[in-house]
Structure formats: C-alpha cells, structure tokens
C-alpha cells in the first residue's frame, strides 16, 4: 500500500515515519490518510484559524470542542457551530444535506447541550438550469426531511445564488443548543479505567474515507469517485438524542464525542488525545450491519446516528437499559488507557498502534505558497454609472426578482420551524430570534456572506461578511454573543486561492475581534471546485445575540401608516459586486464597501440605543440591491405603501442601489423624530418619505409601482 | 402497442433501509419473530406505448435512469406484459 | 384536568403539548411511554402529539398505531373518554381506526409548514365548547402527510354524522382551494369520531398557544377541554 | 425453511396518487410522451422462517393485515419463493 493512495504527501509519509520510528502497517496507514487528511486535520488553515480571538467575556468554551458556547446568563449557556456538507451534498443532494443536519445537530448534543434551532447556508448556480433546479430540490428537502424528524426547528439561514456554485453547491448547517453551565460535556474529561461505549446505529460500509473524499476537488465523473453514501436515519437521530439526555440527567456520561468524518477513529483518538489517555478500541465487539468488515473499515466507517460515550464501567448495564429503551445498539467496543496509545485490536490481535495525539494532531501543517492575484490589479476601477431614468423600473423589478432577493418562503416553509414552540420570529426576516424557556431570555440569530465583495477585495470583503450578518442584529436591539463561521473555499494550492484565503480570514478575524465578537466555533470547507470552474471565496458568518426582553426587539417589516422614513449612514452606498452591477454589466468590477471600525462602532451603540428608545416602528439594514430594495421589502412585509422623496443630488445609483457599509432605513414614528434625530446626529442621517395608506411605493421624480405589482415579483 | 411495465426498485447492498430496519423492529415487538429481514422498496408500474417489446423496455430503462431511480443508491429489475 | 400525553419513539411535539396544556390551563399534565398497557387512574385528556413517530417510515402513524397503549386507549375512547390527536397524533387515530379516513401525502408532495387558518365547524364539542361557530382560528401546520382523503360513500357517511370538526378558510372563514394548503377532501382539517370524545387535527394548538408565538387561537381549544371538564360534561 | 417473499402494495382504484400523478408530469416534460400512465406503490421483500410455504405465506398475510398495508387505500399482491 502506497502513502500516495491514501493520499498523504512525501513529507507527511516521513513525517510519520519519523513520529513512529517505524514504517506504518496499512490500517495505520490508511487511518492516518483520513485523519491527516485536510478535512480531519486541518492542515493548511491552521495557521490562518490563530488570527481569530476567541476570547470574550461570554465564552465558555472556544474553539476545540464539538461547539462553542458562550454564557446566556442564569446559568445557562448556548452552544453552537457550523459545518459543511458541500461534497457529500453535490453528489447526492437528499443525504448529503440530510446528513449535513444530523452531523451538526450531535455536535450540538456532544457537548451536553439540548438541539433548540438550525439554520442553514444554502449557495446554488444562478442559472435555471434542469440540474440547478433537482440539485436544489434534492437539498432543500434533505435538510427539511432530516431537521423536520427529529424536531428541531430550522429558524433562518441564508440562500445565495452565483453561477459560480453550479456544481459546487455549498450545504451549511448550524445549529444552536441550550445547556446548563454545570452540565456540560467535554471531551477532556476521560479517565483511565473507564468504558467506551458506542451507542447508536449499526456500522457499515458508509462514507469509508469520506472525509479524504471532501479533501480533494471533484473529479469530473464524481459518481465514480465516490465511497458508499452515507444514509441519514432521523429517527434514529432522535432516539439518540433522548437517549442521551437521559444518561445525562442520570449523570452517568462522563466524557462523550459524536461520530462525523473518519467515525470511531476520530470520536476516540480525540477523547484520547484531549484527556491525555490512550484509547483501546475492540473492532470485533462493534455492532456491524455488514458482513466480513475490515478492522479499518470499522474503525473510518462514517455510518450515521452513532455517539463514542464514555462512563464508569459499573454504570454500563443503566447505559445499556437506557439505550434499549430508545431501541439503539449499545456495545462496550473499548476502555480508556494510560499509555496514551490509540489501539484497534480486532480478536485479540493488535491491528492499529499509534500515539493518541499523532492521530488527531500529528499532521504538520502546510503552508501553500500565497500570492496576490493579478485580477486584483485590473478590476480596482470601475466605469462610472448614471441613473438610467427610463431604465429605472425595469431595473428596480429585475432586482427584485432577482432570486438572491426574492422571497425565500419556498424554502423555509418546507422547514418545521415552529417546533418546540419557540420561534418568535420565523424564517422571513433579517434575523430569527428564538426564547429559552430556560431563562425567559432570547437569542437572535443571523447567518450572512459577501463572496462577491470577497473576490473583489479580499480582505474588505471578509469584514463585510461579518458586518453583514452582526448589524441586523445591533438594529433590532441584540447583543452579540459569539460566532461561528464556514470557510468555503477552492483549493488552496492555488497561491491565488490561498492568497485570498488569507486575506478574507484576516478581514474577517480583524473586524469580529474590533466588534467584540469571540469567534467560538467554525468549519473550514476547501476543495470547493470541478474542472473549469471554483466558488467564489465564501466565509459564511453565523452570529448569536441575545435579547434580555422582546420589549427591546425592533422588527422589520412592521411600517406604521405616518411614520417617517430616514436613512442613516453614508448616503451613498457602493456599486462593486452590488446586484445593479452584476445585473447591468458583465464584468465585476471596482471597491467594495471598505471596513472603517470607527463608522461600525458608532452604528453599532446607535443602533442599539434606537432599539431600546423605542422611537421606530421599523428596521431594515441595507443589503443586497441597496436602498430601493430594502424600502420594497419593507412596503411588502408591512403591506404599506411608502412615498419616497429625495433631492436630484441623491437620484443616483450608489443612494439608490449602491451595498455595504453601514446604512439603514428606519421607520420612525412621528412623535419620536426628535428623540430619532438626537440619537443618530452627526452619523449620516436623511429623511427620505413617508409611510402612506395607500398601496403604492412611489419614488417621487423616477417611478412608482404599486404594492401588487412588487409583491408579485417578489413572490415566487 | 400498450405494454403494462412492473419496475421494482430496492436499496442496493449495504445501503442502509431505515425504514425497514424500523418495520422489522416494530413487527418483531408485534411478535411476528419469525420475520428474519425486511426490505423496503417501491413498485413502479407504467403504461407505455410502444411498437414492440424490446422498445418498451429501453424506454422504461431510460425513465429509470433519468428520474425513477438513483442509482447511486437503488437497483431495479423490469418486468414486462403486453396488454392490447 | 389531568392529562396524558403519550410518547412514542420519534414522537417531537410531547414537551411542547405538556408546556402548552400546563401553562394555559395549568393543566396537570404527564407524559405516558408507549409501551404502557394502561392509562394512569382519572385521566381527564389523552393528547396523541405531533413529530414522526418511527420515522413516519411505512405510513405515517402505521407503526404507532400498533403499540401497546392504543388498546388501553381504544378502551378509554369507548368508555368516552377525550382523545385527541394532534397532526402524527391525527394519523396515528387514523391508523388506529378511531377515527375515519387517512392521510395522504400534500397535494404539492413537499412538507408544509406555515400559519394557517381554519373554521370551526361544530362548538357542540368538548374540544370546541368555548367557540363560536364558523370561528376562525390561526394555527401553524408543519406535515408532509396531511391531505385528508376517505373514499366518497365514506365521506358522504362522515358529512351526515356531521363529523367534520375544523375546516382550512381564509381569515375571513371562506373556504376555497385557495385556504386547502394540502389538498385535503373538503378541506378537511380536523374530524371527531362518532361519539364526539375523539378529535383529530392536523394544525398545532399548542404552537398557537401564547401571544409571543404570533397567536393564541390554539388555547381556544385547551380552553374549551378545561371548561367542558369542568362542567362534567360526558359523551 | 427460509421463505423470501415479495409483496407489491398498491393504491386502490380511486386513490389519488399524488405521487404518481407528479412524476407523469416530470417524466412528459421531459419528452417521455409515450408514458401513458405510472403508479407507484410499495415493493416489499420479507425473509420468513417457517415450515412449509403456506404457514409463510399466511404469516405473510397477517402481517401485511396489521401493519404494512392499509386496506383502507391499498391492495396488495404476494409472491412466495422458497430459499434453503
Ligand atoms: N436556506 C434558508 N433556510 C432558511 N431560511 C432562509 C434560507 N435562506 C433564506 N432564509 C430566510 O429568508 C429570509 C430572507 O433572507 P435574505 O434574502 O437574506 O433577506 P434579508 O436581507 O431580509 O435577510 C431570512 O429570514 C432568512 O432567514
Ligand atoms: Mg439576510
């Protein structure tokens, strides 16, 4: 067996060698394949991940563990994180994505912490095309079939559509946990003398060498490439999750990890590992469902539903009475050691010998070779743009209907997301905001990305991306607690791709940490690419806040016959990347909205301060098609009309459909102007129309459409 | 020609059944503990028009592989009469 | 009222029911596994809740309807005992035959799940006591399986026994195909057994329970039960 | 004795078949014209131990009696082959 099969590099082939002192026999080999492998490992973003500061006086738990977890007060605390299913979902999009959700959501459950809400982060191709459309369908069902079963709500998420993504669609999942301070589960607290137990599904053939699998760029026959695809069982999710809050509340875990990418290797090298243990695993005592399975074959199956649980052995027939009643397999496969080795013995006969830590963190890293891209010097400028008078309703409808703006209910209603009776604010608006019943709080979630202001500049664009998804957030009055994020990108080995790679991370990194946003959890997606064609970068940011009351929440969509209509923040917006470029020239072209710290920090204490002053009926932070479609959104929520009226100075795109930056529209009520002005003085302010009765949006000097005709283009 | 085309279709091997695996548990709790496996799959039946048997059949396969079946994860068999 | 709420495996809408039932009505509420052969002493409510029991793998509530607890449940019901079964908790009674008809896959053959409105057709029940008729109630429905179908003499049968308890409107009560979000019979949202003490819906009253929810139409109901009860109506 | 049987589950006549209606439509968009007709049901393979093919086929027929058909909307058909 050669190194290069299980795809390890020369140096890593020597590195191992040398970490051994020995050559590997061929299950070391291969399990150290999937474990070095960039999707177990890790190993070319490392070194960027350290640029994130995941300190904060909310954190609990940073980066390491199955999720992050920052404090909610009272005791209680919310654990969540993101990850990425973007090449089992390409190839077979039902039970890619379904698995996508099951994977996230035991995650969730590993660290003691009960599944309250997902969300997810959809990137599709643009064009309509037969296979677009099945792709998506497959998708969006998949997460809906899986999260639907088990019963926890998917809230929100994000659905952007770019040609870039056909066929490389990007499935990311997160999903967001409640768990008592006291409770929680960590994979450090092993003990020698103490039981493995894997408890769960059957293990088969599924997904061997599935996580070598998402390492490498799709081959142009992917059905060929593939291992066996991994089939989610919901139901058995479900079980597993009672299953082990029952354990739990027995208290009888003491240490416990799910079962993702590379199965039994990774749960229990890394309980190993973390505990400063060794791990025994008996291959022969694991439950299989097929026959004549390989000692290897068992230990990287990636079979569904299987939680690694640790405990006392003394306990072990309350685990196994508890797992028979939820009707789950339940077998004692191993025992926690003290010579800090990671064992697969099969029959009595020592098969796999290889120290904990080299398993799970052996790999070197690598560092690819980065350089700017030359693209970046040609698009700095872009053409100048004049209003296009008698083109502008043509333009405001396309926008409209653009499917990056259009009404997203064909999606999220195919997702139960009122389930366990805490959705206070659905699917449908700029951010979801749940209560825990727990601590009579609530969480308010968003999940954004800006891949085309990442293409364009890099590292501006990373900061967009963040900034998009917190200021919805500050203007309806939260606080941010956390984040977590998913790198989705193309091969690193492109000094381009990793230059920019760098860049968006450090933009990202730099901007979370001047907001005071801990960055507690994430996922690193690459590889994201097929023959002639890669993703645009695409740093997904999901972002938890928390609201103390709803008395403090300020909605969108809820316009108020009489209220005034401002815009705060700079007038004028940014044209590079924005829609109205994309849908009226071919090339891309020009800067992105540029990161000024001062400008969102000042948005930010404003913003919240509007909130609590209770002064607005409304808000809407200005996103994707800018100004025009920000106010459309609101008249068609609110089913209002609104008449807008600005100077000719500001009847041009970059007011009207210009992006980024931090600019909103607020819906003030009429009493409250003074209060409104105070707060926002000095930042960028301009009243720009009226809230009217009549169902009709007129932009005075330009157009106007009535409320029937917007909401039908909207409507898909 | 009208030709009545059977076309089952079942889970390839080593393909988790999960709903099976749930009805096997279920019948065995209802003490049918002479039931060893269940598989569960679906029962496609078509009505093709067609000059003869043979075309009816591609036609059939061609459906099958372009909707009716995924083949990453299912297998079929056909079966074919001729009614009129 | 003590009520019961029973929990299959794959069953996800049990907590949500006991929250909903003890906060609005501070009913005195527990859970019953399904594998009981008894319902406990006094039971004033058996609710039969939402989620996918088994997976929903087969047909929907097939499997449920198999376990232990319906007998002793097919037994309450028949000593006129409240029995109502909520979306799964619906086809699961159906499956069961307490209750007529089965439901089939949405017309549009994907999950839905959104507010709805229905129209209370019949206040002469203890779930529907405190109702006016043609009552327009919001609640969310959240199913793949909901498009209410019985074979035409048996729908006849069900519409002379005037056992068609919530139907799918628009706001206003109107029914059309417009309202009938998965193509129901009739837009048939919600039928009760001959005897009137067993109800089943498919839209959720316990997700419409609390103002902070987006409506409490669905407390209507729990209501209607706690008031009936305490009346000592009997069926 | 181990008795493979197969049992095919159907929709009665007058059942909507949502399904089958849909997929008609997917598989006329794409030019599969001479479809005149699908329906999709259920294709069930049981492995049952049992003494002769009757007890098998009968232990078959309870089965599919208490849980996996519902006479209500289904029929069914059986089909017994012997094993070992
Ligand atoms: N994949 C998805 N899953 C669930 N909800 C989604 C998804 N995509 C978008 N949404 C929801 O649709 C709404 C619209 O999203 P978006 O188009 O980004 O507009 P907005 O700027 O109003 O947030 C948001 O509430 C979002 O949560
Ligand atoms: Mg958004």
């Known amino acids: ?716 | ?84 | 009222m003590k009520a019961c709420v029973v929990v299959f495996p794959g069953s996800n809408c049990d907590r949500d029911v006991i929250h909903s039932l003890s906060t609005r009505v501070k009913a005195n509420v527990s859970a019953l596994w399904y594998e009981e052969h008894k319902l406990p002493q006094d039971t004033d409510l058996v609710v039969l809740p939402g989620g996918f029991s088994y997976g929903d793998y087969l047909r929907c509530g097939a499997m449920a309807a198999t376990a232990p607890i319906l007998n002793a449940i097919k037994g309450y019901a028949e000593g006129g005992g409240l029995v109502l079964g909520i979306c799964n908790g619906f086809q699961i009674l159906t499956e069961a035959r307490l209750l007529p008809g089965a439901l089939l896959a949405n017309k549009n053959l994907k999950f839905i799940c959104r507010q709805c409105a229905v129209r209370a057709e019949r206040t002469d029940t203890p779930f529907t006591s405190n109702l006016q008729t043609g009552q327009v109630l919001k609640m969310p429905i959240a199913h793949h399986e909901g498009l209410y179908f019985l074979p035409p003499n048996d729908l006849k049968q069900i519409l002379a026994n005037k056992q068609v308890v919530f139907r799918y409107c628009n706001n206003d009560g109107t029914i059309d195909d417009k309202s009938n979000p998965n193509g129901s019979v009739d837009n048939i949202a919600g039928v009760i057994n001959k005897g009137g003490n067993v109800l089943g819906l498919m839209p959720h009253p316990e997700r419409a329970s609390e103002k902070i929810l987006g409506s409490e139409d669905g407390g209507l109901i729990w209501d209607s039960i706690a008031s009936w009860l305490k009346k000592g109506g009997r069926c």
Not at chain 1, 562 to 580: E, I, N, Q, R, W
């Open chain 1, 1 to 716: 067996m050669n190194y290069k099969a299980v795809g390890l590099r020369e140096e890593e082939y020597q590195a191992i060698k040398e970490l051994l002192g020995r050559e590997p026999n061929e299950s070391e080999l291969r399990i150290l394949g999937v474990m070095w492998s960039e999707h177990c490992s890790y190993k070319s973003t490392r070194p960027l991940l350290k640029m994130f500061n995941s300190e904060g006086k909310y954190v609990i738990q940073g980066p390491g563990e199955n999720a992050g977890i920052v404090d909610i007060g009272d005791g209680w605390a919310a654990a969540f994180k993101v990850e990425s299913h973007n090449h089992p979902s390409a190839v077979e999009p039902y039970q890619g994505a379904a698995t996508g959700v099951g994977g996230i959501i035991r995650d969730i459950l590993a660290v003691g912490a009960w599944p309250t809400a997902c969300l997810d982060g959809l990137f599709f191709g643009k064009t309509p095309r037969n296979s677009t459309l099945s792709l998506m369908d497959g998708i969006v069902s998949g997460i809906g079939g899986y999260g639907n079963a088990v019963g926890v709500p998917t809230v929100g998420g994000k659905t952007f559509f770019d040609d870039s993504y056909e066929g490389n669609p990007l499935v990311n999942a997160m999903c967001v946990g409640i768990v008592s301070q006291e409770k929680i589960i960590t994979s450090k607290t092993a003990k020698a003398g103490q039981l493995a137990v894997l408890i769960g599904s059957r293990t088969g053939r599924d997904g061997i060498a599935g996580a070598a699998f998402a390492s490498a760029e799709l081959a142009e026959d992917t059905k060929s490439s593939k291992p066996q695809v991994q089939i989610g069982d919901p139901f058995v999710e479900k079980l597993l999750i009672e299953c082990c809050h029952e354990l739990l509340r027995e208290k009888l875990i003491a240490s416990m990890q799910d079962m993702g990418a590379a199965g039994i290797t990774s749960s229990a090298s890394e309980i190993a590992a973390k505990s400063g243990t060794g791990i025994y695993i008996y291959a022969d005592k694991v439950p299989t469902r097929d026959e004549n399975m390989t000692p290897w074959e068992i230990a990287l199956s990636e079979s569904q539903e299987r939680m690694l649980v640790i405990i006392e052995p003394e306990n072990y027939e309350r685990v196994e009475k508890c797992a028979q009643k939820w009707l789950l397999e339940c077998a004692p496969i191993g025992e926690v050691t003290d010579d800090g080795r990671f064992k697969i013995i099969n029959n009595g006969k020592t098969v796999v010998d290889l120290p904990a830590e080299m398993v799970g963190g052996g790999c070197p890293e690598i560092h690819w070779p980065s350089q700017k891209p030359a693209y970046l010097e040609s698009i700095e400028t872009e053409r100048a743009y004049t209003l296009p008078q008698d083109a502008f309703r043509d333009i405001c409808l396309s926008i409209i209907s653009d499917p990056n703006v259009k009404d997203k209910s064909w999606i999220y209603e195919q997702y139960d997301h009122t389930v366990q009776i805490n959705t206070v604010v659905g699917p449908g608006n700029p951010v979801s905001v749940i209560r825990v019943k727990e601590n009579n709080k609530f969480l308010a979630l968003t999940m954004d990305c800006a891949p085309w202001s990442c293409w364009l500049d890099p590292y501006n664009g990373g900061a967009e991306s963040f900034l998009k998804a917190a200021r919805p957030l500050w203007a309806c009055g939260a606080e941010i607690l956390g984040m977590t994020d998913c790198l989705n990108y193309p091969s690193p080995e492109s000094p381009e791709n990793y230059w920019i790679l760098t860049e968006t991370v450090r933009g990202l990194a730099q901007t979370a940490k001047d907001m005071d946003c801990p960055v507690v959890s994430g996922n690193v997606s690459l590889y994201n690419e097929s023959p002639g064609k890669k993703i645009l970068p695409s740093p997904l940011v999901g972002l938890v806040g928390l609201l103390e009351t709803m008395e403090e929440f300020l909605p969108s969509g809820e316009l108020e016959e009489g209220d005034v209509l401002f815009l705060v923040g700079p007038k004028k917006g940014f044209l590079a990347g924005s829609l109205f470029q994309r849908l009226l020239d071919k090339s891309i072209q020009g800067k992105p909205a540029q990161y000024t710290p001062t400008a969102e920090i000042s948005f930010k204490e404003r913003a919240l301060r509007t909130a609590k002053d209770k002064c607005c009926s409304s808000v809407r932070v200005i996103g994707s098609g800018g100004l025009v479609t920000a106010i459309a959104k609101e008249c068609v929520f609110a089913q209002k009309g609104a008449s807008i009226n600005l100077k000719s100075e500001h009847l041009v795109p970059e007011v009207l459909f210009g992006e980024g930056g931090p600019r909103a529209i607020y819906s003030v009520k009429p009493d409250k102007i003074a209060i409104f002005e105070h707060i926002w003085q000095d930042f960028g302010l301009l009243k720009i129309g009226t809230v009217q009765k009549e169902k009709t949006l007129e932009f005075l000097g330009l157009s106007s459409f009535s409320l029937l005709e917007i909401t039908s283009c909207w409507r898909r």
């Open chain 2, 1 to 84: 020609m009208l030709y009545h085309i059977k076309v089952l279709v079942f889970l390839k091997d080593g393909v988790l059944d999960t709903q099976g695996k749930a009805v096997l548990g279920s019948l065995h709790r209802m003490n049918y503990t002479d039931l060893k496996d269940i598989r569960i799959g679906k029962y496609l039946q078509l009505w093709v028009e067609a000059s003869d048997e043979d075309t009816a059949r591609n036609r059939v396969k061609a459906m099958c592989s372009d909707l009716l079946v995924n083949n990453l994860i299912e297998d079929y068999t056909i079966e074919v009469d001729e009614l009129s």
